[in-house]
């Protein structure tokens, strides 16, 4: 099946630079033949590819342990669904799978377009070639999955045992999609630029991919949270690693381009700006995979240190120098069309909220970079952690959640000073009895106070949006409340979605304000022995250590420590936490003994239980407890703005649809004692 | 690990077994009865990780908590050495930090003494953020002086802009209203819904 594979990958190269060369040289205008060819040369890449992909399942799933990276990754005694997902485990098998999802991608961005856009696509089936084979080319010149070894050995290493969780099944995944759907969005925009076609047509064509990118980035980073949580057992979810921050970097400036695209939309506004965001959000994509695979900077989520970052910073380079120089020789075709009228409008207000989201991007990306910085300027190793972060990013990302309430509130143009009274008096007075509430129970940090605060005003806002449409429905149309709320939200699905968003963004911060008020102990105990620890919320946990057992199960040694919980006095049930001494099929330990978190989940808190180790081999175990608040809410919050993403993507309902019988986006505005329509 | 996962040790430990008298107790004995009797011993113990020593009251000290929050463990994982010595319960460098930093606690040292103490030995990578000072200083300072100047010219910008359109005569000519057969009464009402809802 190497075999297969391998060519495959040469023949995905060939095809790609038939395409690529066809497509940039413009030999396909005017002839449809030509034209043709280079889209149908996007699927055959992707054909080769899919080959070359099930030609590496298939070794994995076989267990061919002379091909290197299947020894490398799997175990005979690896579960089946691991040994499958293995394949995006290591460095030469994702930059495969990444290869072959853009590939599938830009197959469906040929195949989806409306033809209004046909004259875009080769230039976009140019772009979206030209980085598969990139791919192609890193894998075949620096990181081949088919390579084979010298020898076969009679069983592989297996998979390291953090990434043996299911969140590893999902979370890369869908991370990957993210990172390589950006891709589409770029390819639309660099397409526009070399077509000439500089109306709002490419944004629209791309508005959905745009959507979709963003929501896979934004489930995979919420599940690589959550994978860290229940897997590093650290007790966080967020350490401010390069890698995260990595795939934070084009999640922010495309929820900067989310926004600022309505402003093209509805007034024609920052052409230049939305395209610099895209451009721009494609290379942090770029930018966080070098990261990741060059080991350049510190980071536990690295892939092994090799030289295809060289391959990566290269490509960075490159492609970074001839977007910016063809956005610029269509610089002056890029005119607004008409300026911002005051600083009190909505437009105002969405150019705040960019200034904000690249600002933090900017600053994410400035402490990511700082050690490489000191080091080359002051010669002086230093760490950036989570401190810096926080006290950098904290405020800003305070001052984005008072934008998230205030920006809906301003009307677009200009607002009155009647109309921001009438507007702010609701979600003001939330934000200011929540700070009230909260003061009069106690809390006192004051990052939580704010973050709490302003999450309660930005759910006066988002409340009173609702309400205000659900009444202004009720009033024309004599609808029932539920009713009314229903085709309110399905006759605009884009803005309430939106709402739904910001919605999920407030529950994030206020889990994250949770972890201000965290408590954790260490405790050495016998079978019998307790310890108490209170929460924040004022429960009082007894934690009775009732013992360790060991046993074998399919590819590790588990020793599971239990511990019995009361709460206030009443049964808890049991929590486990487990070490695991992961071996081979030969019995043979592969890595060392990995933790296993025990969590007791609830919407106040988390009891988050780590087994340390046993005290010189015997029953006595080493713990340590958390208690973790909101972070329920964290996971709730990643569903409801998938939900709200969903949402705003639903087909039909936008603003944009025909819908000549609508008075304005969002609204059916019959006239009183007008014919029913 | 223990050799009964191989056949030939589980006969030899079968035929062990054989050879003790009834009523002997075994060597090693897993409690299962949980507050009652001696601590049993493992089966597998290098299974369990490694050997851990009872915690005492300075490892879960507040105080050196937040001090070992603020200083990075040195084995590479990104971590700081109370998050390290709690987690990756294989690493070496972080109990032995961590002892460090009790025995200059426990010297009567105040924190900044003790991060200044790492800093010293260890080198400025030591601390899990840069203290703001001297070329440091930027780094804490350019992601808000950016954002704020950038915040500024748009603020400027914006103002330039909304003067030269008074400087003008007046807002922009608004596009053409489309012709309505509406009478005034009705685009009152209009004007009332549409304002109800505000967008």
């Known amino acids: 099946m190497t075999l297969l594979g391998q060519f495959a990958l040469w023949a995905a190269l060939l095809l790609g630079l038939w395409c690529v060369a066809i497509s940039f040289s413009g030999r396909w205008q005017g002839r449809p033949e030509l034209s043709a060819s280079v889209v149908r040369s996007v699927y055959a890449v992707c054909g080769a590819l899919v080959v070359a992909s099930l030609s ?97 050995p009679a069983d592989g290493r297996g998979l390291n045992p953090q990434l043996q969780n299911v969140g590893m099944v999902i979370h890369p995944p869908m991370l990957y999609l993210g990172y390589i759907s950006i891709t589409i969005p770029f390819a639309f925009a660099v397409a526009a630029l070399l077509s000439r076609r500089l109306d709002t047509g490419w944004i629209h064509a791309i508005r959905k991919w745009t959507l979709v990118s963003w929501l896979f980035l934004a489930i995979g980073i919420t599940l690589g949270m959550w994978w860290a949580y229940v897997e590093l057992g650290w007790g966080g979810y967020w350490a401010w690693d390069p890698v995260e921050n990595a795939s934070l970097l084009p999640w922010l400036t495309m929820t900067a381009f989310l926004h600022s695209v309505m402003i093209q939309e509805k007034r024609g506004m920052l052409k230049r700006w939305n395209l610099g965001l895209i451009v721009g959000t494609f290379l942090l994509s770029i930018f966080g995979t070098f990261i990741t695979r060059s080991g350049v900077i510190a980071s536990v989520h690295s892939f092994t240190q090799s030289n295809v970052g060289y391959f990566f910073l290269g490509f960075l380079a490159v492609a970074g120098v001839l977007s910016f120089t063809l956005l610029y020789t269509r610089w002056p075709a890029l005119e607004a069309e008409v300026r911002l009228e005051s600083i009190l409008s909505r437009e105002a207000a969405f150019l705040f909220n960019n200034l904000l989201f690249v600002g933090i991007a900017f600053s994410v990306l400035w402490g990511t970079l700082f050690p490489i910085l000191s080091e080359l300027v002051r010669g002086t190793k230093i760490t950036v952690g989570p401190p810096f972060f926080n006290r950098v990013n904290v405020p800003l990302g305070l001052l984005l959640l008072a934008l998230t309430g205030i920006g809906p509130l301003i009307a677009w143009r200009k607002a009155s000073a009647a109309n921001l009274k009438r507007q702010f008096v609701g979600p003001v007075s939330t934000g200011v009895v929540t700070l009230a509430v909260l003061l009069a129970l106690g809390a006192r940090d004051f990052y939580a106070l704010m973050a709490l605060s302003l999450a309660g005003f930005v759910a006066g806002t988002i409340v009173q949006e609702f309400y205000r449409g659900v009444r202004a429905r009720r009033r024309m149309h004599g609808e029932s409340a539920p009713l009314a709320f229903g085709r309110l939200v399905a006759r605009n699905r884009r803005r309430y979605g939106g709402y739904v968003v910001h919605l999920a963004v407030l529950i994030y911060f206020v889990a994250f304000s949770g972890m201000a008020f965290r408590r954790e102990m260490e405790a050495t105990l016998k079978p019998g022995e307790s310890v108490e620890l209170a929460s924040p919320f004022g429960h009082i946990y007894r934690l009775t250590h009732q013992g360790i057992s060991q046993y074998e199960t399919l590819n590790r040694i588990v020793s599971a420590a239990t511990v019995s919980v009361t709460k206030d006095g009443k049964p808890a049930g049991l929590i486990t936490s487990e070490k695991r001494q992961h071996v081979d099929s030969f019995k043979r330990p592969t890595f060392e003994p990995s933790t296993e978190v025990g969590i007791r989940s609830g919407l106040q808190e988390d009891l988050y239980i780590v087994f340390a180790g046993s005290v010189q081999g015997t029953e006595e175990a080493v713990y340590r407890f958390n208690v973790n608040p909101l972070v329920w809410w964290l996971w709730f919050g990643g569903f409801v703005l998938a939900f709200g993403a969903v949402l705003t993507m639903w087909p039909g309902g936008g603003p944009l649809a025909p819908a000549p019988a609508r008075a304005q986006a969002g609204y059916e505005v019959t006239l009183v004692g007008a014919a029913p329509k | 690990m223990s050799d009964i996962h191989s056949r030939r040790g589980f006969f030899r430990v079968l035929g062990a077994g054989a050879l003790i008298p009834l009523g002997a107790a075994p060597a090693q004995v897993q409690d299962s009865l949980a507050g009652r009797g001696d601590v049993g011993t493992l089966r597998d113990p290098a299974a369990a990780g490694r050997p851990r020593q009872p915690t005492r009251s300075v490892d879960d000290n507040a105080e050196i908590q937040a001090i070992e929050q603020r200083l990075a463990c040195s084995c590479g994982c990104t971590l700081d050495i109370f998050t390290c010595r709690t987690t990756d319960f294989t690493c070496t460098y972080s109990p032995q930090l961590h002892t460090e930093v009790v025995a200059l606690h426990q010297s009567g040292k105040t924190a900044r003494e003790i991060l200044d103490a790492f800093v010293l030995k260890y080198g400025e990578k030591a601390l899990m953020a840069p203290k703001p000072a001297g070329f440091n200083l930027m780094g804490y300072l350019v992601p808000g002086a950016a954002i704020a100047t950038a915040g500024a010219a748009l603020l400027l910008l914006l103002g330039r802009r909304k003067a030269a359109v008074a400087r003008a005569g007046g807002a922009a000519p608004a596009a053409e209203p489309p012709a309505s057969n509406a009478s005034p009464e009705e685009l009152e009402r209009l004007r009332r819904a549409l304002a109800e809802v505000d967008d």
């Open chain 1, 56 to 152: 590496l399942w298939t070794g994995l799933i076989n267990h061919d342990f002379n091909i290197e990276y299947v020894a490398a990754y799997t175990s005979r005694n690896l579960p089946s669904y691991y040994t499958f997902s293995a394949f995006w485990a290591g460095q030469k098998g994702s930059l495969l799978f990444w290869a072959v999802v853009l590939s599938l991608f830009a197959s469906a961005a040929q195949l989806l377009t409306p033809r209004r856009y046909a004259d875009l696509m080769p230039h976009v089936a140019g772009v979206t070639t030209a980085v598969v084979v990139f791919f192609v080319c890193v894998m075949l010149f620096a990181a081949n999955p088919f390579e084979r070894l010298g020898f076969t």
